[in-house]
T-cell receptor, first 114, second 120 residues
Framework: DAKTTQPNSMESNEEEPVHLPCNHSTISGTDYIHWYRQLPSQGPEYVIHGLTSNVNNRMASLAIAEDRKSSTLILHRATLRDAAVYYCILRDVYYGGSQGNLIFGKGTKLSVKP | GAVVSQHPSWVICKSGTSVKIECRSLDFQATTMFWYRQFPKQSLMLMAT?????????EQGVEKDKFLINHASLTLSTLTVTSAHPEDSSFYIC????????????????FGPGTRLLVL
């Protein structure tokens, strides 16, 4: 499985932007980059995903490097509710069989200070 | 957004009993459902994958006779922990993958809220 590397933890101040990095130097051409987050005692929540171009949705933005070996999840204004573990996961676009399974790493624990 | 529900949200049982956990995709049909387990301060570990009407595919090290998975329909999957023991105490999370809206062109995987199991 293609692997990702994320910092164990990050801190942010409330109402400031947060940039969560993810390295995936062995990404293949058919891997999508997915981001999920898990709030305490809850199941993971889908945040965003992309392939090559930067993506925006109501929750966040995803900036993907030109060589696709890294990406950054951007929370434009952190709130206390954004405190969670953020997972960056690669998933093959040809998701038949086990290639399409989401395999979770350790993620980045984001703390937000008021 | 797509909603995946789990029931119950928590359960306490005696050692040796069996526990059934239900997972439903409420507003979309799931082509594939997944079961994960998460121990305290650890990441999610995939236990098994199932498609409607087919036998589940278990990850290495997961006992298929202990963790019975039934995928009865495109919106329902159940996980039964048979003869539960204290070491089975964990947070069990189901997930469903499908097209959750008319504008989606690629399936996305959505997660339930989890079921906390405590075996005494």
């Amino acid at each position: 499985d293609a692997k990702t590397t994320q910092p164990n933890s990050m801190e942010s101040n409330e109402e400031e932007p947060v940039h969560l990095p993810c390295n995936h130097s062995t990404i293949s051409g058919t891997d999508y980059i997915h981001w999920y987050r898990q709030l305490p005692s809850q199941g993971p929540e889908y945040v965003i995903h992309g392939l090559t171009s930067n993506v925006n949705n109501r929750m966040a933005s995803l900036a993907i490097a030109e060589d696709r070996k890294s990406s950054t999840l951007i929370l434009h204004r952190a709130t206390l509710r954004d405190a969670a573990v953020y997972y960056c996961i690669l998933r093959d676009v040809y998701y038949g069989g086990s290639q399409g399974n989401l395999i979770f790493g350790k993620g980045t624990k984001l703390s937000v200070k008021p | 957004g797509a909603v995946v529900s789990q029931h119950p949200s928590w359960v306490i049982c005696k050692s040796g009993t069996s526990v059934k956990i239900e997972c439903r995709s409420l507003d979309f049909q799931a082509t594939t459902m997944f079961w994960y387990r998460q121990f305290p301060k650890q990441s999610l570990m995939l236990m098994a994958t199932s498609n409607e009407g087919s036998k589940a595919t278990y990850e290495q090290g997961v006992e298929k006779d202990k963790f019975l998975i039934n995928h009865a329909s495109l919106t329902l999957s159940t996980l039964t922990v048979t003869s539960a023991h204290p070491e089975d105490s964990s947070f069990y999370i189901c997930s469903a993958r499908g097209l959750a809206g008319p504008t989606e062109y690629q399936e996305t995987q959505y997660f339930g809220p989890g079921t906390r199991l405590l075996v005494l």
